[in-house]
């Protein structure tokens, strides 16, 4: 089922064009093309109805996998089939319980911090069962609740599971291959000014991040330039080796983000920049991404529609 994405083109100058001759058309364009690609997907996944199914769908941070899921089985349960979504960081063990970093702080991240025992036994049983019992993570107290939630599935149902490690060849070892799908969330597009690539894939994650961090996580931006290397480490280490094996990629970069966020994030790298040490890495780059977001024509958020993905980064 492995899609080839179209390349897409974009350019600074066009995105401008755009953005000055019909805003609204622009940003509603682009929120189009990102529905259209999951329902590509959606009507993908039903194409061979059978017993109850996984997909495995994972991205890095700010990519918006989380709401991706939760459209996906929306669009599922529209066409007419049970779809249910359940998040990894569910079966996280607990604070303190995971590997330690070289510095000697915990790697959230690592693989290990899941229960990878208890995951296995999940995914094993909605298949051999179609019912199992997930557990809920507390993030207050850092641990799991005591009780586990009950999931029974019908014939032809999907259970997509989320998570930064869904796509880990770990949980096909002893799983049916005709059950399992694996997907992909991310920016893939990059922008270019010119010749110049202007804004990286990365780059834009990270403006998202930062946006989501101030406005739902009580985190500067300062903070979330400081943890961004850790970040990267662990998406390096934990998603993109195995980026080749799944089945789908969807492309959540959106034109227009660049004129819609740099209203909000010129101000928060500014003052990064004046609070973060002289010649740090996470001041140089503040300073480059505000320099990349700069040039953009500008564009209320409020062009935003209310179901666009874009949402889950700057809210209502």
Known sequence: MKKTLPKRNLKREEIDRLARENPEAFVTAEHQRYFAD??????????????????????PSSSGKTTSAGYLSRLLREYGMEAHVVSLD???????????????????????ALNLDQLQTCLRELIDCGRTRIP?????????????????????????FEGIHAINPLFEEHLPQERMA?????TITPVYDGQRKLLARRSLRLVRRI????????????????????????????IFPYVDTVDYVIDTTHACEPCLFAPEIIPALTVAEATLPE???????????????EPFVTLPLSLLPQQSMLREFVGD
């Open 38 to 59: 999951l329902e590509a997907l959606a009507r993908s996944l039903m194409a061979e109805p059978g017993p109850q199914g996984l997909v495995m769908l994972s991205g």
């Open 90 to 112: 569910d079966f996280y063990r607990g604070r303190e319980q995971a590997p330690r970093l070289e510095d000697g702080s915990y790697d959230y991240e690592a693989l290990e």
């Open 136 to 160: 809920r993570f507390d993030f207050v107290t850092g641990r799991p609740a005591p009780e586990r939630e009950e999931l029974v599935l019908g014939a032809g149902s999907l259970v997509i």
């Open 182 to 186: 694996k997907i992909f969330v991310n």
């Open 211 to 238: 946006l989501r961090d101030e406005r739902f996580r009580d985190c500067s931006a300062a903070n979330t330039l400081l943890m961004w290397p850790q970040v990267i480490r662990g998406e390096n280490r934990y």
């Open 279 to 293: 010649g740090s890495a996470a001041r140089e780059t503040a300073s480059q991404l505000k320099a990349a977001m």
